[in-house]
């Protein structure tokens, strides 16, 4: 059965880049959500007037990964939820850890990951991710898809981008695609 959920970590293209390397997942597709802008551009949302996140949305497969798999590899890798409004260099609401949930489940799903690796001290820090019901998503630009695999030199990405996936593959080898 596929399922699907907003997830925002920062710059959309390393969550991107995490997520079209794990097994079972399907789709991840760059957009905005969390705001109240209509129809958000990326220069708007990077301007911090939208109100709006970098977010992905990440269908897959719930035989091959299960959603608490999911939400692990989002804290554990594609992003630090103890900074608040800031990834690395990024700075600003746009760059907030944020799950935007589509049902009582998945909030659920969400709070008991976050209570397991509190719980843990996985984190030198206090989780700071914002949990909220998803009500609109703006996929971002067509040249945001996949922007990684298009893109393979662009400087930022390959500053960013292979740390995460080296921990994808140290924390999460068996979800790693081959």
């Not at 939400?71 to 944020?98: A, C, M, W």
């Amino acid at each position: 059965m596929l399922e699907t959920i907003v997830l925002g970590g920062g710059c959309f293209w390393c969550v991107e880049s995490v997520f079209q390397s794990v097994q079972g997942v399907t789709k991840v597709e760059s957009g905005y959500a969390g705001g109240n802008t209509k129809n958000p551009t990326y220069q708007a949302v990077c301007a911090g007037k939208t109100g709006h996140a970098e977010v992905v949305t990440i269908t897959f497969d719930t035989e091959k990964i299960s959603l608490q798999e999911i939400l692990e590899i989002f804290f554990v890798v594609s992003h630090d939820p103890t900074t608040l409004n800031k990834q690395g260099n990024d700075v600003g609401t746009q760059y907030r850890s944020i799950i935007l949930w589509n049902s009582p489940e998945q909030k659920e799903a969400a709070q008991a990951v976050i209570q397991n690796l509190e719980a843990n001290q996985t984190f030198s820090g206090a989780i700071v991710t914002e949990i909220t019901q998803l009500t609109d998503y703006y996929p971002a630009e067509d040249y945001h898809q996949n922007y990684f695999n298009n893109n393979p030199y662009q400087p930022y990405c390959l500053f960013t981008i292979p740390p995460k996936l080296s921990k994808l593959k140290k924390y999460f080898p068996e979800k790693m695609l081959a």
